[in-house]
T-cell receptor, first 114, second 110 residues
Framework: ETGVTQSPTHLIKTRGQQVTLRCSSQSGHNTVSWYQQALGQGPQFIFQYYREEENGRGNFPPRFSGLQFPNYSSELNVNALELDDSALYLC?????????????FGPGTRLTVT | EDKVVQSPLSLVVHEGDTVTLNCSYEVTNFRSLLWYKQEKKAPTFLFMLTSSGIEKKSGRLSSILDKKELFSILNITATQTGDSAVYLCAPSGGSYIPTFGRGTSLIVHP
């Protein structure tokens, strides 16, 4: 196991609702990245946080937002949920930039939107 | 827009076989390419490649990068059932944001 934890493991929400997913990074890592993985697809980069600031964002609408706290844990918030938001949400921690260092992934949160 | 194509999409082999997984990419200002193994949920890191022609090895797995032809391969020799997984490659460009491919699903039968 990598030491990256996520909660909850599973979640069922209704279209239009809001959801908050949480991630604790591996000890010593100050960068957290969030990914959305639909069934049969590779993870899609949502955004990355470094020292509490957003540091890179993928092609996701503003209703996807995040936070990083002083202890480097992080939250992903999704507003106005849509059916297509159903996916596995992965967070990954690293020493610095996601593409320049090894990333350690958490077990993911499976979100189902009905 | 960055692009990653992995092939084949799926592969079924028997224990002891050797497999080669391919990853071709188009990335602006290439920085690195990472390989991951995803068994159930969390992808696990295998290799990070930044230079052409330098093979990285870890046990029965090895990988190499060709920055001129824009591809990487992942080799697994003497496959075992525990190698069954989805293998993902993720190049990153100037922004260091990785772009993941769809992955190659490998099934190893006893």
């Amino acid at each position: 196991e990598t030491g990256v934890t996520q909660s909850p493991t599973h979640l069922i929400k209704t279209r239009g609702q809001q959801v908050t997913l949480r991630c604790s990074s591996q000890s010593g890592h100050n960068t957290v990245s969030w990914y959305q993985q639909a069934l049969g697809q590779g993870p899609q980069f949502i955004f990355q946080y470094y020292r509490e600031e957003e540091n890179g964002r993928g092609n996701f609408p503003p209703r996807f937002s995040g936070l990083q706290f002083p202890n480097y844990s992080s939250e992903l918030n999704v507003n106005a949920l849509e059916l297509d938001d159903s996916a596995l949400y992965l967070c990954a921690s690293s020493l610095r930039l996601a593409g320049a260092y090894e990333q350690y992934f958490g077990p993911g949160t499976r979100l189902t939107v009905t | 827009e960055d692009k990653v194509v992995q092939s084949p999409l799926s592969l079924v082999v028997h224990e002891g076989d050797t497999v080669t997984l391919n990853c071709s990419y188009e990335v602006t200002n290439f920085r690195s390419l990472l390989w991951y193994k995803q068994e159930k949920k969390a992808p696990t890191f295998l290799f990070m490649l930044t230079s052409s022609g330098i093979e990285k090895k870890s046990g029965r797995l090895s990988s190499i990068l060709d920055k001129k032809e824009l591809f990487s391969i992942l080799n697994i020799t003497a496959t075992q059932t525990g190698d069954s997984a989805v293998y993902l490659c993720a190049p990153s460009g100037g922004s260091y944001i990785p772009t993941f491919g769809r992955g190659t699903s490998l099934i190893v039968h006893p």
